[in-house]
């Protein structure tokens, strides 16, 4: 308990910060890999689209407020308030969730696996408003190791499971069971164990409260949920095509597997992130070309990260992501290649989206995720029928490229009001 209490240092935070961000990116490659190696083509499409239902509706069920809650060190909501608000966002996930099961007419397996995966996505929700806390204490430290070892001990459950028993039933439900006890294990305990994280002072009665709350979070909601309809849409017509017999079992796991690496510039973003804190120093001190500068520099340095992953994708990436899957790929490195270009017109607008945050515009980027949507809902279906998993690698990155040009065109029209009226 005492070394619990004890402030840790800033390397401790950071190491802990890391590890738990690998790890969460890590989760769908591992658990994808796992089920690949010891399961058929057909359960690892059905885990495949589970999953991905289960990023969809994680979004309801977080509502997107944690960085909200992260920065609100003057404690505007107390921790009761974030934690029952939760509680109620999570029920309505799961509402959701077994809505969506029965409209999409799974069968009773199907709708099981999917079922299983959405719950241990609600009890990762439940840990995540615990972990905000965390963060916003100033102990980032403790919300990384809650995360971190949550993924790894689940994710051992899992594949053990699966390498003994062969049921992907079975093995989910270890995978939920595991997330359970470590939440109690870690962000439960933490909480009660550590002085700092003590919730002082009364929060009245009423629904005022909540009323705020959800106000502050539905634009950031709104965004998550339509940019993961995006991205989720050729996975989702994948599923489509393979229940009516129009794709063979195991496309929906290449594209999937294809889709590994899209997310790779948008983590190297990270690094860079401590710069958008920079860019908005600047702007409010009126020094638009040093805010340029850093906004060139970043996207300067992603493009050429960009093309050195592009590169490295042509010469290893199909058969690194052959020996890890246990799959052959060896049809699907232009599939790959153009897959990637999309999440790096993903990353180059989120970049931009962070720079309309700092000039105090982002509500307007909801018409960029709009545009995205329709053109992506309107597309796909034609798209996969034609060329099958090239069409759904199309349809994501030319999605993509819209999303970027209708940030381009925000940022720059922003840009150039605030600029004139400044002046």
């Not at 190791?145 to 390498?163: D, E, H, V």
């Not at 470590?182 to 002072?201: H, P, Q, S, T």
């Not at 050729?234 to 294809?258: C, F």
Request: net charge positive; proline share 1%; with cysteine.
């Amino acid at each position: 308990m005492k070394s619990l209490n004890k402030q840790p240092s800033e390397s401790s935070v950071y190491i802990w910060n890391i590890a738990g961000s690998i790890a969460n990116a890590l989760l769908s490659v591992v658990l994808l890999m796992l089920v690949t190696r010891t399961l058929d083509d057909k359960q690892a499409d059905i885990f495949s689209v589970a999953w991905t239902i289960s990023q969809l509706m994680v979004t309801i069920g977080t509502f997107q407020i944690r960085t909200y809650q992260a920065t609100d060190v003057k404690g505007v909501f107390k921790f009761q308030q974030y934690f029952i608000f939760r509680i109620l966002t999570i029920s309505v996930m799961m509402l959701c969730s077994l809505v969506y099961v029965i409209v999409r007419g799974y069968d009773g397996y199907k709708s099981l696996i999917v079922l299983l995966l959405c719950l241990v996505r609600a009890a990762d929700s439940m840990a995540d408003v615990y972990e905000g806390w965390f963060q916003q204490k100033e102990r980032l430290d403790l919300a990384g190791k809650a995360l971190t070892f949550r993924i790894m001990l689940a994710s051992a459950g899992f594949g053990a499971t699966l390498i003994f028993t062969g049921r992907l039933t079975v093995a989910c439900a270890v995978l939920l069971a595991g997330y359970v006890l470590c939440f109690f294990v870690y962000d439960v305990r933490y909480n009660r164990v550590v002085d700092k994280l003590k919730d002082e002072g009364r929060w009245g009665k009423g629904v005022q409260w909540f009323l705020k709350m959800f106000a502050e979070g539905v634009p950031l909601f709104v965004n998550a949920f339509i940019m993961m309809s995006i991205t989720n849409e050729p996975k989702m017509v994948i599923d489509t095509a393979i229940e009516r017999g129009n794709m063979i079992q195991g496309g929906q796991t290449i594209y999937n597997i294809l889709f590994m690496p899209a997310s790779v510039l948008t983590l190297a973003y990270i690094v860079f992130r401590p710069m958008i804190t920079q860019m908005a120093i600047v702007w409010n001190n009126k020094k638009v070309k040093g805010f340029l500068k850093i906004l060139a520099k970043i996207l300067g340095c992603l493009l050429g990260i960009g093309m050195l992953l592009m590169a490295g994708s042509a010469l290893l990436g199909i058969p690194v992501l052959s020996l890890v899957y246990a799959v052959d790929l060896s049809a699907y490195k232009n599939h790959l290649l153009i897959i990637i270009v999309g999440g790096c017109f993903y990353t180059f607008a989120a970049v931009l989206d962070n720079a309309l945050v700092v000039i105090r515009k982002q509500y307007l980027l909801v018409l960029a995720y709009i545009v995205t949507w329709i053109y992506i809902k309107m597309t796909t279906g034609f798209f996969v029928t034609k060329w099958e998993v090239l069409g759904a690698s199309w349809a994501y990155t030319t999605a993509m490229l819209i999303f970027l040009c209708s940030t381009v065109i925000l940022f720059v029209i922003c840009f150039w009001r605030a600029c004139k009226k400044d002046k």
